[in-house]
């Protein structure tokens, strides 16, 4: 198993581009999320999804849209990329609910010039 | 208001040392979740621990420990003899049965092991 995965691993955007950071898992989990982490803020929740076909916003949702497909995918769009969004995301999913474990990927550093 | 709290921004020890980092939580819910993570230099995720809110009994688990005191609100995370390796940041976070699926990480402590 790959467990989660995330591409790309770093990415350079200008203002106002978009662009979708992937995020997959083969452990056949049911709740997905997406993070991202700053400096001295800890990792903060963006959107969460407990299954395919729904989704919910988390703490920080404004800028970011997500949808989910299928069960192993769970994409992060960014419509019209600011540099407040110059982060760390990382990618996390966890087998039935909240409350379990969540494995989390690699990570993926944008930086928005 | 912070739900989880860490209060130790940076700390540095010298290798072989015991050291505790500190998880102060906030809660109103019977039932919750509590977590360690760390993340070495390299940037992942690394799961430590997972503890409900039933179970206040202590862990070890090889060089570490966790201390649950659900009177204290706390759960805090002791390193023995501790070791280069262990370098990193260490990250605290809540799950809360009732109130939606929300996971609260804390700011992290940055842990350092002087060789």
């Known amino acids: 198993n790959a467990g989660v995965t995330q591409t790309p691993k770093f990415q350079v955007l200008k203002t106002g581009q978009s662009m979708t950071l992937q995020c997959a898992q083969d452990?056949?989990?049911?709740?997905m999320s997406w993070y991202r982490q700053d400096p001295g803020m800890g990792l903060r929740l963006i959107h969460y999804s407990v299954g395919a076909g729904i989704t919910d916003q988390g703490e920080v949702p404004n800028g970011y849209n997500v949808s989910r497909s299928t069960t192993e995918d769970f994409p992060l769009r960014l419509l019209s990329a600011a540099p407040s969004q110059t982060s760390v995301y990382f990618c996390a999913s966890s087998g039935g609910h909240l409350q379990e474990t969540q494995y989390f990927g690699p990570g993926t550093r944008l930086l928005v010039l | 208001a912070q739900k989880v709290t860490q209060a130790q921004t940076e700390i540095s020890v010298v290798e072989k040392e015991d050291v505790t980092l500190d998880c102060v939580y906030e809660?109103?819910?019977?039932?919750?979740?509590l977590f360690w993570y760390k993340q070495p230099p390299s940037g992942e995720l690394v799961f430590l621990i997972r503890?409900?809110?039933?179970?206040?009994q202590n862990e070890i688990s090889g060089r570490y420990s966790w201390n649950f005191q659900k009177s204290t609100s706390s759960f805090n995370f002791t390193i023995t003899a501790s070791q280069v390796v262990d370098s990193a940041v260490y990250f605290c976070?809540?799950?809360?049965?009732?109130?939606?699926?929300?996971?609260?990480f804390g700011t992290g402590t940055s842990l350092t092991v002087i060789p």
């Open positions: 503890r409900n809110s039933f179970d206040e």
């Open positions: 809660t109103r819910d019977t039932t919750y979740y």
């Open positions: 976070a809540l799950s809360e049965l009732n109130t939606g699926n929300q996971f609260y």
């Open positions: 452990m056949n989990h049911e709740y």
